[in-house]
């Protein structure tokens, strides 16, 4: 079956710039991208914790991949022009451009806080955007290159919980299949990156017993995969993700039902 994009293929000598290096998935794929011989330039609003990453991928791996740094903060225009150009100035061609930056705020409707949703789709969905308002330009000059999007299965359907952070990564999932229909014909990849539980800083506070729960490394090995294949839904683990997938496709009163059944927090 086709995967709807060229094959990233091997990351050998690739240009990634990550964004949202600095903890979580995003640092398990800037170390495994970097082990594989890639060239990054990672950003995030925590430099200290990047210069450590930069640290520690130049320690474990191939010194003769570039790592750079530069900080970034996806809610300030002037933060996203200097990196952007900083960018454009040390990679004349972008392989790939990772958004993987996002807030996770667990809030109920007994709790509903405005300022956090307007900060989560700051984040989460206005980031990505602002940030490609700078770059789409250089991906439709270059003619290639891709560009993911970490979504999440909060996006596929309304949970419990996900009051603010639901709508963002649903909002991400229509914006990375509105762009991949734009940017395919002009030769540019786009990924949509949906994971199910990962054990990371974000997921930490969670009360709950999270389901098919799974570590950055493994998160970070099935993006890999998936954008070596020129997936556009890089989906995991698929166990779980599958079984979303298969409850937004029910009627809503079934839906409901087995949400209220089985999940309970
Ligand atoms: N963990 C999960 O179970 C799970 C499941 C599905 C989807 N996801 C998604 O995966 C992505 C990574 O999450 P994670 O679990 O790895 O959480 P995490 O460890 O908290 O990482 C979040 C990253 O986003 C960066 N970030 C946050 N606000 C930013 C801003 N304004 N500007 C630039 N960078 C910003 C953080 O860096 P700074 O704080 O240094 O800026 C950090 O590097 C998120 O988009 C999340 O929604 C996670």
Redesign the pocket.
């Known amino acids: 079956m086709s995967h709807l994009n060229p094959r990233f293929g091997s990351f050998q000598n690739k240009n990634i710039w990550i964004?949202?290096?600095?903890?979580?998935?995003?640092?398990a794929c800037a170390k495994l991208f970097h082990s594989h011989g890639a060239n990054l330039i990672l950003?995030?609003?925590?430099i200290d914790?990047l210069e450590s990453l930069k640290a520690a991928c130049l320690h474990n791996n191939a010194p003769s991949s570039k790592v750079d740094v530069i900080s970034?903060?996806?809610?300030s225009e002037s933060s996203i022009q200097e990196a952007s150009k900083h960018v454009l100035e040390n990679m004349k061609h972008i392989d790939l451009l990772l958004f993987?930056?996002?807030?996770?705020e667990p809030m109920r409707a007994s709790d509903f806080d405005y300022q956090i949703v307007f900060n989560t789709v700051n984040?989460?969905l206005l980031?990505p955007m602002r940030v490609l308002g700078e770059m789409l330009p250089q991906f439709i000059r270059q003619g290639n290159g891709h560009i993911g999007l970490?979504?999440?299965?909060?996006g596929y359907s309304g949970l419990p919980k996900s009051l603010a952070?639901g709508p963002t990564?649903a909002a991400l999932i229509n914006f990375a299949e509105s762009l991949y229909y734009d940017l395919h014909p002009k030769g540019v990849s786009v990924h949509l990156i949906?994971?199910?539980?990962?054990a990371?800083?974000?997921?930490a506070r969670n009360d709950f017993a999270m389901p098919a729960l799974i570590s950055?490394e493994e998160a970070a090995l099935e993006i890999a995969r998936g954008l070596e294949r020129g997936e556009f839904d890089i989906h995991f683990p698929k166990r779980f993700t599958r079984f979303l997938k298969f409850l937004r496709i029910l009627p809503y009163s079934m839906y409901f039902w087995i949400l209220k059944k089985f999940i309970k927090i």
């Open positions: 964004i949202g290096a600095s903890s979580g998935i995003g640092e950003s995030a609003r925590r914790a970034l903060d996806v809610n993987v930056s996002g807030i996770y984040t989460n980031g970490v979504s999440s299965v909060a952070y990564k949906s994971p199910g539980f990962v990371t800083p974000a997921t950055p």
